[in-house]
């Protein structure tokens, strides 16, 4: 195992409050006894673990008065032993303490290394480190518990609860090959058909949150079609609170897809306001007609827009064109015409803002679904649902085999199975799915 002392830049650059640099490896100590002057008479290298100590310390062509904390391996992130010196925060400060740390002979660490490490040393699973870049990245309150739920192992208990079912099944059969006894094997193939069956129940239910939980993760595409004037550039204001779309009484204004992003209930909600989906002899508007095919595409969910004023026979063409699609009508305008229509999902008015709760409500409900429950369990990762959906085929496989086939075949479905479900914790995930995890990590995390 690499036990080198690695450093880098823990904080975002930048002039803030504070900053922290960090060294992992054998001996940090070593390097901080170098650079740092503590204010107290204890000496560098009998710092108490995870304790602060401050002091001068001596950078690359400047002092800086901050502090210093050690914390013994194991007990730290990364399983080994690390200092941390908590400095100003500032761009030439950092990187003047990170200098002088490489000029003492540590190196710098590649992206996501300290986790890696981390990872390397047993201190969290692959799911966890995922959990935690996830959260790092979000920008909504949603992302941050999806990523939380992972990073504290919620999803990697789970999965290890379903490998020790399946542990189990496979003991049974190793049994039942090595003492094959008169009318033993009956109860020992019914035995593993439970456990297996049990397993698939759990995989299933889990695959069955992917949907909503990679909303929750990544934030729910919404685009906002309709006919030209009915109201899409208002709707969108009312919706995110601010002027962003050009609003216009000439049909066919809002020429370009303009988006902007809203939060409800904690989860990231990405609007993109069309042209309308009617043909146009215009150059630009048909620009933004072929990019309203695109947001028509992409989007999870469709705010269909009417005119509660103005329902005619090119409002019943757009329906038709997206009668495949996840739509919420809407209906605009009800300040000024209280028209009912069976098609609609919701009445609203952009322009005094009645309703506009109900339609997010309804996004909600449509996107995430109120039985979601953020705080707890759910598939976000793209990888972890795939490698569920190979688990589950295998085995489906060991099911249909477990009556009838010889169990050494049932075994090795029940194998691959429990494999897949490795991958998840990163068992018996390769070093190209690790590299490619970490690569995703910034230095210094
Ligand atoms: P778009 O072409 O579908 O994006 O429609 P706009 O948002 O540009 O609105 C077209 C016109 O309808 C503008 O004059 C708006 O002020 C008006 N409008 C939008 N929403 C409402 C509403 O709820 N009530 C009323 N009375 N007028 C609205």
Redesign the pocket.
Known sequence: MRNDNIAAISTALGAAGVAVIRISGDNPLDIAEKMFVPSTKKAVRDFEPNRMYAGEILADGFSDYGMCVFFRAPASFTGENTVEFHTHGGTAITKGVLKKILSLGARLAENGEFTRRAFLNGKLSLASAEGLIDMINSESAGGVRAGYSLYREKLTREVENMQEVLTAALSQIDADMDFPEEGLEETSREKVCKAVEEVIDKTRSLISTFAAGSRVKNGVKVG?V?????????????LLHFER?????V????RDVVEGNADIKGVRFLFS?T??IRESEDKIENMGVALSRRVLEESDVLLF?M???DITEEDRKIKKLIKDKNVITVI?????NSVTDERADVY?????G?NIDAVKDALYERAVGSETDLNGDYLCEERHYRALIRAEKSLEEAQAGVKTLPLDLVATDIKSGWDALGEISGKTASEDIIDDIFSRFCVGK
């Not at 779309?245 to 009484?249: E, F, H, L, R, T």
């Open positions: 906002i309709g006919k030209p004037n009915t109201g899409k550039s208002s709707l969108l204001n009312a779309a050009i609003v216009s009484d049909a066919g204004t809002t306001d042209a309308g827009v005119d509660a004023s605009n305008k009800s300040d000024k609203v008015s952009a322009l005094t009645e």
